[in-house]
């Protein structure tokens, strides 16, 4: 084995190609070694990363990416696919804002051929991909890899149903990291599996098909059934050759001497879909990952020696916590009270609800349309459900919302984290849609928290809500350190605040933007424009009284808002054209996420750039008034 640090001589693939079959577990070290350095010094997702290793090293080494078009869904176990395929240089700005993104991006990279930060999208995409090469004439390779958790995604199935019935040549590898099919066992498994992926193999079963076909009918059904029960008397996988698929494995997915030649055969196959189960272990390779419960997932910077993360002393309680506690304290009062996740129970929270009340908490899996109208459900038995899922993901549900929730009016209690922008995980897991999306919808109630009691207090509002769906936003990370109230109180439905009395100017917020709201106020007090601030509260039912005395009292107003155009400043416009204020003078802007998909960065540097801070806010009031706020400061007059 060479002792020359082969990861330097390797830029793209092309290089690790050059490489002798014997060097690759040294190249595979150093590429683990230098994935662990880089994510204690970014942070980001770790254990998928090192649990596919080999199988990235192996890929690359078979296949001849790009052209040959490899598809990793979600794209989180991606970082050592990037260091390989020329972007070692810049892998230390892993989420940073203007650095790498945490997936795979398409216009980061030509060995990113598909986009992917929401899980099992991969076969679908790579189906269309081998479609279009065969539309084409072209004769390349496309390999989706999709962890088996993934495949609790109701589209990943139907994916597989499609590429089974179509028949095209196509290459799903199964990285199964929780044992949750079966092992590999052994040296016969390990023969089984180079056996069954070999040309000469997938010859035979060809022809034994096709001359099954010149028997009778009765016969034919006959032959297949004992070449299949032949096969699956050996081997597992029988669910997807049902659906058409050739099935190889299980293989050991960290032993070269495995999967080279089973990637080889199934490179040189011709004719349908093939899947390859692979088993890896999360973590593999680093023991501090490897003994952690979540096999370190995602994690914040940390010491490469000991594991130990570093993590800031927190100012206040997350809003994620604070939604936790609020829930099992409501859920300590009534019964009726369910929660569901849709595979995040850490990330919403939902892991302390189970841990309480392990009964009435359901993860359903990577199968947010499932959870919905699972929920549905319940809700029309009577129970109270709370479907905690993160804003973005929520729209891969829509339309269980809509026709399953919100058409026949059942209370279902959505709670939507991660709304507004999030930093580091970029434009795919920002939550900037769900105003605009659920607004649209009638019956619906939607409220945004401004700081963390107002959370408890619109938790406790959801629970009463018995008579139509809801919709609870916040973002995440830390509140605003406030004193906490014992338990929430209910609201009354569609009715804000005024938090600061003031004249002339109006700033009307819904969500956390308040705070920036309150400063943006206090800079105007300072140049002589005492502001009123108001916290909506809802979104929807829209307190109409609020906003006319807002306009009505104001010359200038401004909405806040984190979300997209078509949210909760386009209610206000409507209502107030509707009743005839745009024709009396009044002043109205409108602030939210600016209509482009934000890049990754740090969530108080992107606010500032969308112009939701306060600086932003103070420049919007100046403009409206048409005034030049540097010459305010000056002392003078626009």
């Known amino acids: 084995m060479s002792q020359t640090p082969l990861l330097d001589t390797v830029k793209i693939p092309a290089d690790l190609r050059k490489l002798p079959e014997s060097d690759l577990p040294q190249f595979a070290a150093e590429l683990r070694h230098e994935t662990i350095d880089a994510v204690s010094v970014t942070g980001g997702h770790l254990g998928a990363g090192l649990g596919v290793i080999e199988l990235t090293v192996a890929l690359h080494w078979v296949f001849d990416t790009p052209r040959d078009r490899l598809i990793w869904d979600v794209g989180h176990q991606a970082y050592p696919h990037k260091i390989i395929t020329g972007r070692r240089d810049r892998i230390r700005t892993l989420r940073q804002a203007g650095g790498l993104s945490g997936f795979t991006k398409r216009d980061e990279s030509e060995y990113d051929p598909f986009g992917a930060a929401h ?6 995409a790579a189906l269309g991909m081998s479609v279009a090469r065969d539309l084409k004439g072209g004769d390349n390779n496309v390999i989706a890899v999709i962890g088996d958790g993934a495949m609790s995604a109701g589209m990943a199935y139907e994916a597989i149903n499609n590429a089974g019935a179509r ?4 290459i799903v590898i199964l990285n199964d990291n929780d044992m949750s099919i079966a092992p590999p066992t052994g ?33 034919e059904r006959r032959a297949a059934r004992v070449e299949e029960y032949t096969r699956h008397l050996w081997q597992g996988g029988q669910w997807f050759e049902e659906l058409g698929f050739y099935y190889v494995g299980p293989i050991d997915g960290h032993d070269f001497n495995q999967l080279l030649p089973v990637l080889k055969n199934v490179r040189d196959a011709k004719g349908g879909p093939i899947l390859v189960h692979v088993v890896t272990k999360k973590g ?10 979540d096999k370190y997932h995602g994690v914040s910077k940390f010491n490469v020696v ?25 859920g300590e009062k009534d019964d009726k009270i369910v929660a569901i996740t849709a595979a995040m129970p850490d990330g919403t929270g939902l892991d302390l609800f189970a841990k309480r009340f392990p009964e009435r908490t359901f993860d359903v899996g990577i199968a947010e349309q499932h959870a919905v109208t699972f929920a549905a459900g319940l809700a029309t038995e009577g129970f109270k459900p709370f479907a905690a899922i993160y804003s973005t993901f929520l729209q891969r549900a829509y339309d269980q919302v809509v026709h399953d929730v919100a058409i026949q009016r059942l209370p279902v209690r959505f709670a939507l984290d991660r709304a507004g922008l999030v930093g580091a995980d970029g434009a795919t897991h920002a939550g900037s849609f769900d105003i605009a999306f ?11 928290a401004a700081d963390e009691a107002e959370l408890m207090h619109m938790v406790a509002t959801q629970v009463a809500i018995d008579d139509r769906p809801s919709a609870l936003r916040y973002p995440r990370g830390e509140g605003v350190g406030i004193d906490l109230p014992k338990e929430g109180v209910a609201l009354d439905i569609g009715k804000g605040r005024i938090v600061r009395q003031g004249s002339k100017v109006a700033l009307l917020s819904l969500g956390t933007r308040l705070a920036e709201c309150l400063r943006a106020a206090d800079q105007l007090a300072s140049f002589g424009l005492p502001a009123t601030v108001a916290d909506a509260r809802f979104a929807k039912p829209l307190d109409t009284n609020l906003v006319r005395e807002l306009a009505q009292n104001h010359e200038v107003l401004v909405t806040v808002e984190e979300g997209s155009v078509g949210g909760f400043g386009s209610y206000v416009l409507h209502y107030l054209s509707d009743e005839g204020f745009l024709d009396h003078g009044l002043k109205v802007r409108t602030k939210v996420l600016p209509d482009v998909f934000i890049d990754h960065g740090k969530p108080e540097t992107m606010y500032e750039a969308a112009g939701l801070a306060a600086d932003g806010i103070v420049a919007t009031v100046f403009k409206a008034l048409g005034r030049d706020k540097l010459t305010n400061e000056l002392g003078g007059s626009a």
């Open 438 to 448: 659920l607004g649209c919808l009638p019956g619906f109630v939607i409220m945004a």
């Open 306 to 330: 000991t594991g130990a993360q570093v993590k800031p002393k927190p100012n206040a309680p997350t809003y994620t916590r604070v939604f936790a506690d609020s829930l099992v304290q409501a």
């Open 119 to 124: 899980s099992s999208t991969s076969i679908s």
């Open 167 to 170: 028949d095209e040549r196509l």
């Open 284 to 293: 593999k390779g680093y023991a501090p990952a490897e003994a952690s419960d």
């Open 187 to 219: 040296a016969l498994a390990a023969y089984l599996a180079r056996a069954t992926s070999s040309g000469t193999y997938l010859h035979l079963r060809d022809y034994a098909k096709q001359l099954a076909k010149m028997l009778p009918k009765k016969w």
